[in-house]
Each structure stands twice: as structure tokens, then as C-alpha cells.
């Protein structure tokens, strides 16, 4: 079997077991979230040995070549030497809480100030993270127009939720930081008659409202019709209007999403 050193012990590895695995049972505690490969929280680095390919799916080529890995996804063969990974590496930033607004009766606009310069595009997500470490990915929503640099989220209120909760009750001017951002699903501009065909429920229609939004402000052509949505118990609903944007020139376009139910399983 392969070992996995840490923080100077050594530790055996188990068949078919990750190194978050391994480090866990263990004791030691490392950041994550999705335990599959998508939030990227388990972001880690091998000093020495042989990374796994599978371990580096969805990452830069230039975290790839300075042998950062997902501990989830890691199965290593050859023994390894790991650490954890640089806040530079992630882009971990801190943020100001600046409101929370009840948007329909379990989903809550929540919106930050970045404290530092902060590049992504609507549609991606972020890792929101507290201050004593518990942490939770959302997406980023808004329309350019209106956010100023402000970081925009919807999220789902589950009462005694970690982090729902939690938000639900703070007050302005809280310290939390952002890791990220993940993910390629946002708008790209250039090809404005490409057909957009967006799908989501809950508080999943967040990103694609921004999404939406980006489109219509880099001139896309094609305008979208107006649509409605059921979905789950009380329903989440993408609204028929004007975008914030300002740009749209049709009544038809989307106006604004509001969501009252996410699936099950979904993270508080």
C-alpha cells in the first residue's frame, strides 16, 4: 500500500481510499465540501511522488505543474508527501458581509464586499468561508449594471443550517473570506446569434439569471422568451420582465428569479 506523509507523519493508505480519506481517518482535519471533485475545497500539493491525473481534473495547467491535486479524487499508487495548499494558489481573498434580503420565504439575497481586487464571471461559484473555517459553495449571481464589484448570492434558508442560519442572523460588516472562483459555466462573449439554452430550479436559477444578464449586456441578438417554471413543492420561478441590465429590448426577456425550495440534499 501507499503511504501519504503529512505534516511530518506518515500515514498508510487503504484500497480504494483517497488521501482525504487516509488524512481523515487519521484525524486530520482538511477543508472540503463536495468530497467529488467539483468545489475544489480539498485543494492540496504533493512535494514528492507521483500525482494521479485523475487528481488534477478540472485545475490550471499552472497549479497542475506545481503538483496540486484534489485530495477527494487522489488515489495515490506511489507513496506522497503533501501539504496543504497556498491561499495564493486558490485565490482566497477576504470579504465584507454587507446585507442579507429575504427574497421569498426560505431563499435570502446575500451580498459581499471584496475586500480586494476579485475576478470571475456570473455562473461561476465560490466557497463562502466563516471565520472559525466551516465553509459552503455558492454561486454568483447579479447583473453587472447593478453590483459594483459586489458579490451577489442566493441562498437557501434551512432553519439550524450551519451556515444559512448563521447568515440569517448576522449583521452587516461581518468577516468572511471567498475561495475561488470554480467552474466554466458563464457566458462568453463574441458569438451574439448563438442560441443560450439555460435550465435550473431552486436557488440553481441564481447563476443563470447572471448568466442571462452578461449575455444581454455584451449585445447578445438573440433574445430569450420569457419563461415560467414549477419545480418541487412550492415552486421556483423565473419571472417574465426586464432584465436589470437595461439592455433588453423585449417585454419577454428575464426579469428576476426568485426560488422557495431547493433539492434534497442540498447543503444549508
Not at 39 to 51: D, E, F, K, P, T
Not at 99 to 120: A, D, I, N
Not at 176 to 184: A, C, D, I, N, T
Request: overall charge positive; glycine content about 10%.
Amino acid at each position: 500500500m501507499a503511504h501519504v506523509s503529512f505534516d511530518g507523519t506518515r500515514h498508510e493508505t487503504l484500497r480504494e481510499e483517497s488521501v482525504l480519506d487516509t488524512l481523515e481517518r487519521a484525524g486530520v482535519q482538511i477543508p472540503n465540501v463536495c468530497r467529488s471533485g467539483v468545489c475544489q475545497s480539498c485543494l492540496m500539493r504533493a512535494r514528492a511522488g507521483q500525482v494521479p491525473l485523475a487528481a488534477q481534473n478540472g485545475l490550471k495547467d499552472t497549479l497542475r505543474e506545481q503538483g496540486y491535486f484534489l485530495a477527494c479524487q487522489c488515489q495515490p499508487e506511489d507513496d506522497l508527501e503533501v501539504v496543504l495548499a497556498d491561499e495564493d494558489a486558490v485565490g482566497e481573498i477576504p470579504v465584507q458581509l454587507i446585507g442579507v434580503e429575504q427574497l421569498s420565504q426560505s431563499v435570502m439575497r446575500v451580498t459581499l464586499e471584496p475586500q480586494q481586487e476579485f475576478e470571475y464571471r456570473r455562473g461561476q461559484f465560490i466557497n463562502l468561508i466563516r471565520e472559525d473555517g466551516l465553509r459552503r459553495s455558492y454561486s454568483l449571481s447579479g447583473c453587472a449594471a447593478n453590483t459594483d464589484g459586489i458579490l451577489e448570492l442566493h441562498v437557501r434558508h434551512i432553519p439550524g443550517g450551519a451556515m444559512s442560519e448563521w447568515l440569517m442572523q448576522a449583521g452587516p460588516h461581518q468577516q468572511l473570506r471567498v475561495h475561488g472562483p470554480y467552474g466554466s459555466c458563464f457566458y462568453v462573449a463574441g458569438k451574439t446569434d448563438q442560441a443560450l439554452l439555460l435550465i435550473g430550479a431552486g436557488t440553481g436559477l441564481a447563476p443563470l439569471y447572471g448568466i442571462a444578464c452578461d449575455a444581454l449586456a455584451a449585445g447578445w441578438s438573440r433574445l430569450p422568451r420569457g419563461a415560467e417554471f414549477a419545480a418541487s413543492r412550492a415552486g421556483a420561478v423565473l419571472r417574465r420582465g426586464r432584465p436589470r441590465s437595461g439592455r433588453c429590448r423585449s417585454a419577454r426577456c428575464v426579469a428576476r428569479f426568485r426560488s422557495t425550495r431547493w433539492r434534497r440534499g442540498a447543503r444549508e
